[in-house]
């Protein structure tokens, strides 16, 4: 079963609207961790946002927040004011303890996120 | 701090030859990752090492070697390429495991095409 799904393969929001892109896991972990990374088409992985499973709150940076909704297994990123330069693949992933205690990321498939002006 | 860097960026290889993609880093991370990357499939695990002399086999190990003799480095070599090796590999690196917040830092990938 797939750990981390993400079921919008594209999106296509108006710049300067907000976008949410959505994300839901599988874990029988009690501690774990969820990232949301940026690709664009240059190639890069850029990380964007953490969330840890105790995390009360819901991480925010900047224009980044995750909407953690941890009963639902779901951590969605929302994109405040969209830019041009938001245009770009989105995948989310999750850490989790491998059976030597170490930690390995597991990604999802990805959004393709287009902003149109 | 160069971050991770890679070797090469490029590279294009026949089917049974061998090579070696080169991974540094300069931040005295312990932990190492490989991954690749395939079209509508995400990042996948290849191998990764917590430290010097210490490797495991992640999600997609078959046809992948890996041995880390410093902190710095983590080189990945293909024994003897296949076409299903066609991939974007990136490297990786992070802070000893834990709890909270200790992202991996990517390197710019090494785009290989096998023929």
């Known amino acids: 079963a797939q750990k981390i799904t993400q079921t919008q393969p594209g999106m296509f929001v108006q710049e300067k609207e907000a976008v949410t892109l959505d994300c839901t896991y599988d874990?029988?972990?009690?501690?774990?961790?969820l990232f949301w990374y940026k690709q664009p088409s240059s190639g890069e992985m850029i990380f964007l946002i953490y969330?840890?499973?105790?995390?009360?709150q819901n991480a925010t940076e900047g224009r980044y927040s995750l909407n953690f909704q941890k009963a639902r297994k779901s951590a969605n990123l929302v994109i405040s004011a969209s830019q041009l330069g938001d245009s770009a693949m989105y995948f989310c992933?999750?850490?989790?303890?491998?059976?030597?205690?170490?930690?390995?990321?597991?990604f999802g498939t990805g959004t393709r996120l287009t902003i149109i002006p | 701090n160069a971050g991770v860097t890679q070797t090469p960026k490029f590279q294009v290889l026949k089917t049974g030859q061998s090579m070696t993609l080169q991974c540094a880093q300069d931040?005295?991370?312990?932990?190492m990752s490989w991954y690749r990357q395939d079209p509508g499939m995400g990042l996948r695990l290849i191998h990764y090492?917590?430290?010097?002399?210490?490797?495991d086999q992640g999600e997609v190990p078959n046809g992948y070697n890996v041995s880390r003799s410093t902190t710095e480095d983590f080189p990945l070599r293909l024994l003897s390429a296949a076409p299903s090796q066609t991939s974007v590999y990136f490297c990786?690196?992070?802070?000893?495991?834990?709890?909270?917040?200790?992202?991996?830092?990517f390197g710019p990938g090494t785009r290989l095409t096998v023929t």
């Open positions: 990786a690196s992070k802070q000893a495991s834990g709890a909270g917040l200790y992202e991996q830092y």
């Open positions: 874990t029988s972990d009690q501690s774990y961790g």
């Open positions: 969330q840890g499973s105790y995390d009360e």
């Open positions: 992933a999750m850490r989790e303890r491998s059976n030597f205690g170490n930690e390995k990321l597991t």
């Open positions: 931040m005295n991370h312990e932990y």
């Open positions: 090492s917590v430290g010097a002399g210490i490797t």
